[in-house]
């Protein structure tokens, strides 16, 4: 079945603790990224990924890493977490850049951060 | 400052009405896409328009993308308790897709 998965599905942790939430997709597609929804902003991207170690900020970038070395996978890392990123995270994936392609999101990330 | 200003944000409405939602910006973007999210889970594609004056339908719902490609709505007719969620509009600009707050859709039976 074609998906795109996220692990954990919930996450809750303190502040400063180091943490990876994973995004793995099997329809080859080239390109991914990553969203945080917040009541009332809807979906900000955080990072996007063209290809295989092309990576780009998105619009809130700040306190996220991400890496892409390969294909299928694109973790997005929270090197010192803080309450402000308590939020949902989805990943999803498309065939191509193009922004007209289908966005395939992944089932989503709840993360509180104490 | 959200590039994508969607209204209303919130629609309460019975079964059998109809409902038009609205996604309106001041930039112009290469495609349109509608998207609807359901409590749990991740956003699923609804449609994409790409050229300025385009209409679609599917099934009860209809799209428009404007002839300037700034703004986009999104008609529903004679609504379904089915049609209760999340609906979300989202922009091509550039690299990126830029997403409307949404427009939470409730249809009571």
């Known amino acids: 079945e074609a998906q795109v998965t996220q692990n954990p599905r919930y996450l809750i942790t303190v502040t400063g603790k180091k943490l990876t939430v994973t995004c793995s997709q099997n329809?080859?597609?080239?390109?991914m990224s990553w969203y945080r929804q917040d009541p009332g902003l809807g979906l900000r991207q955080i990072y996007y990924?063209?290809?295989?170690?092309?990576?780009d900020k998105g619009d809130v970038p700040e306190g996220y890493k991400v890496s892409r070395k390969e294909k299928r996978n694109f973790p997005l890392i929270l090197e010192s977490p803080s309450p402000n990123q308590t939020s949902l995270y989805f990943c999803?994936?498309?065939?191509?850049?193009?922004?007209?392609?289908?966005?395939?999101f992944g089932p989503g990330t709840r993360l509180t951060v104490l | 400052t959200q590039l994508l200003e969607q209204s209303p944000q919130f629609l309460s409405i019975q079964e059998g009405e109809n409902l038009t939602v609205y996604c309106n910006s001041s930039?112009?973007?290469?495609?349109l896409q509608w998207y609807r999210q359901e409590p749990g889970e991740g956003p699923v594609l609804l449609v994409t328009?790409?050229?300025?004056?385009e209409v679609k339908k599917l099934k009860r719902l209809t799209f428009q993308f404007g002839d300037a490609r700034k703004d986009s709505s999104l008609h529903i007719t004679a609504a379904q308790p089915g049609d209760t969620g999340l609906y979300l509009c989202?922009?091509?600009?550039?690299?990126?897709?830029?997403f409307g707050a949404g427009t939470i859709l409730r249809v009571k039976s």
């Open positions: 329809m080859n597609h080239e390109y």
């Open positions: 930039s112009v973007f290469s495609s």
């Open positions: 989202a922009g091509g600009y550039g690299n990126k897709l830029v």
């Open positions: 328009v790409v050229t300025g004056g």
């Open positions: 990924s063209m290809n295989v170690e092309v990576t």
């Open positions: 999803a994936s498309s065939i191509q850049g193009s922004m007209a392609d289908t966005q395939y």
